[in-house]
């Protein structure tokens, strides 16, 4: 399964990079640049287009300094006095299987075995009876050493071809070789590996946090389903003259329905006592609320907080009152009853 996976990845690859390949050369279209060999064995740049170099037209054509720009695509004419050219002459039907037929026929139509030779093809001439094909052959190890010079440049591909007179003019035959390395098309597909890659690793990264997500959402979903049906059942238990006794969570609830909550009955306190009273001690415990403090009038305090009538009542003194050391006041301790909401008088 996941070599099928992969096949197919690499598949998708190879597409997208091939259709990028051919986007990329439409936009910037790679020069065609032609070199013709010399007598003596060089390559020389010609201010001739490719098509007349090729129908051997070249010979009063001015050379100039080699200018092959990168990523070029290079034709090479060979000189066709280095080649020997033979004709083969083979029967129509014989047309679709011409690539093997010359190549067996190489080394006795030369002195060279195919390996050792580097040849090419191109029929010269045709009737109704039969084919003529053209065999040029040269030496490969010779031709590949005047061809060492092309290997530093960075360019896409190489054709060779050499121009072979025949009756009508010349004619002009690719060569089946490839002397030196040219750049791959591996490029596109780097880049869009790359891109894939990247793309996988978003995809992964966003299901993650999708993941974490979903779960932080079910469970406040499920958080509040809870409360949602605690609130109901209350709802039915009130409508039923129930008090909630026997269920936790609504005897929970109506609780905190009915007590005062201790942030409620610090800010009371807040309220009655004097600027001249701090508090150093605060303890809630069934409905009861124990303080303790210094304050320079302690005889005061239990009737201001019951003055209030608020959220405290029947506020005493709990222990006897001392002088503070050190200070002016006295340290008190009082307790008073936490009221239920339904008991504020108004």
């Known amino acids: 399964m996941i070599s099928e996976v992969t096949t197919q990845i690499q598949r998708a690859i190879d597409e997208v990079a091939d259709a990028f390949a051919a986007a990329r050369t439409l936009v910037a279209p790679r020069a065609e640049i032609t070199l013709v060999q010399q007598t003596d064995g060089r390559f020389l740049q010609t201010e001739a287009d490719s098509q007349s170099i090729a129908d051997g037209f070249n010979a009063k054509r001015p ?24 004709s083969l002459s083979l029967p129509a039907g014989a047309r679709a299987f011409l690539d093997g037929i010359v190549r067996s026929q190489i080394d006795r139509l030369t002195p060279w075995k195919v390996d050792d030779a580097i040849f090419g093809w191109a029929v010269s001439e045709e009737t109704s009876t039969g084919i003529v094909v053209c065999v040029v052959a ?28 025949v009756q009508d003019g010349a004619l002009s035959v690719p060569l089946d070789c490839q002397p030196f390395a040219t750049r791959e098309t591996g490029t596109p597909r780097r880049f869009v590996a790359y891109v894939a890659a990247m793309a996988v690793v978003i995809a ?27 609130l109901r059942q209350l709802i039915v238990s009130a409508k039923a003259g129930n008090n909630g006794e026997g269920n936790p969570v609504i005897a ?50 239990p009737e201001l907080i019951n003055a209030s009538r608020e959220i405290l009542r029947n506020a005493s ?11 002016e006041g006295d340290v008190f301790r ?6 239920n909401r339904a008991e504020i008088v108004p």
């Open 63 to 86: 050379f100039i300094a080699l200018k092959i720009p990168e990523n070029a695509d290079i034709v090479l004419v060979c000189d066709a006095s280095r080649f020997l050219a033979r």
């Open 334 to 339: 009082i307790d008073a009853k936490i009221l």
């Open 204 to 230: 992964l990264v966003g299901q993650t946090g999708a993941f974490f997500v979903q779960s932080l959402l079910d469970q406040e979903l499920i958080t509040l389903r809870t409360e949602s049906d605690a």
């Open 252 to 301: 929970s609830a109506q609780r905190k329905r009915a007590e005062y909550s201790a942030s409620e009955i610090l800010n009371e306190l807040a309220k009655v006592l004097p600027d001249t009273t701090y508090l150093t001690v605060i303890d809630v415990e069934n409905h009861t609320v124990h303080f303790e403090g210094v304050s320079r009038d302690v005889t005061a305090l």
């Open 317 to 327: 003194f709990s222990a006897a009152t001392v002088r503070q050391r050190g200070g």
């Open 138 to 165: 040269a030496e490969r190890v010779d031709f590949e050493a005047s061809l060492s010079e092309f290997a530093r440049y960075n360019i896409h591909s190489v054709s060779l071809r050499v121009s072979i007179p």
